[in-house]
């Protein structure tokens, strides 16, 4: 399984992106949330990736964070939701956006992304609930980046309460990275 790419951007035509591993180019499929925020080309990017394999192909979907990638999984696991349809929602909504929409069971969010109907968002609605990082849909609280809804919900993950986590947040840096966030925000818990 490929988990993740990390090279030069190469090309760069919606929604699919070309990344140059030490000669070896992926094509790799990324919702509009994650392509407006790529680099230049000939830059250095990172990807967490979702390798599918299906009978008469094999797709390779990319992510700029941990967040996306795990909305798309629940996404995809879903009857009648394939990777398209899924990818359809992360560019129209971002994955703390999904999560609200799931929470307050808000079909009509959900029916404002081209090609969900109204049926399709009432099952989206309906399997989801529960399984989208409950921490990010929880009223009057939103993520400043997805760096700060990423920690959240590793935080939340790790079996800390809603609150708990929201508390240690708020203690970090605006622009703190994800992974140095969960260090200092674990080291916060911990006393």
């Given at each position: 399984?490929?988990?993740?790419?990390?090279g030069q951007?190469?090309?760069?035509?919606p929604p699919y992106v070309l990344v140059d591993v030490n000669g070896?180019?992926?094509e790799v499929q990324v919702p509009m949330s994650t392509f407006y925020n790529l680099p230049e080309l000939g830059a250095k990017v990172c990807l967490l990736t979702q390798f599918i394999v299906r009978e008469d192909a094999q797709l390779l979907?990319?992510?700029?964070?941990?967040?996306?990638?795990?909305?798309?999984?629940?996404?995809?696991?879903?009857?009648?939701v394939?990777?398209?349809i899924a990818l359809a929602l992360l560019s129209g909504l971002s994955s703390s956006e999904l999560a609200q929409?799931?929470?307050?069971?808000?079909?009509?969010?959900?029916?404002?992304?081209p090609g969900i109907g109204k049926k399709t968002a009432e099952r989206l609605l309906l399997?989801?609930?529960?399984?989208?990082?409950?921490?990010?849909?929880?009223?009057?609280?939103?993520?400043?980046?997805?760096?700060?809804?990423?920690?959240?919900?590793?935080?939340?993950?790790?079996?800390?309460?809603?609150?708990?986590?929201?508390a240690a947040l708020k203690q970090l840096p605006p622009d703190v990275s994800v992974s140095d966030g969960i260090k200092q925000a674990l080291k916060s818990l911990a006393r």
């Open positions: 399984m490929i988990a993740r790419l990390t951007l190469a090309e760069k035509s070896v180019g992926y979907f990319g992510f700029l964070t941990a967040g996306e990638r795990e909305s798309f999984r629940e996404l995809i696991k879903i009857s009648g394939g990777p398209r929409a799931v929470a307050a069971q808000d079909t009509a969010r959900l029916v404002k992304v399997e989801l609930k529960g399984k989208l990082a409950p921490a990010l849909a929880t009223p009057g609280f939103a993520a400043a980046n997805d760096a700060q809804a990423d920690i959240l919900q590793a935080l939340v993950a790790l079996g800390y309460s809603d609150k708990e986590a929201q």
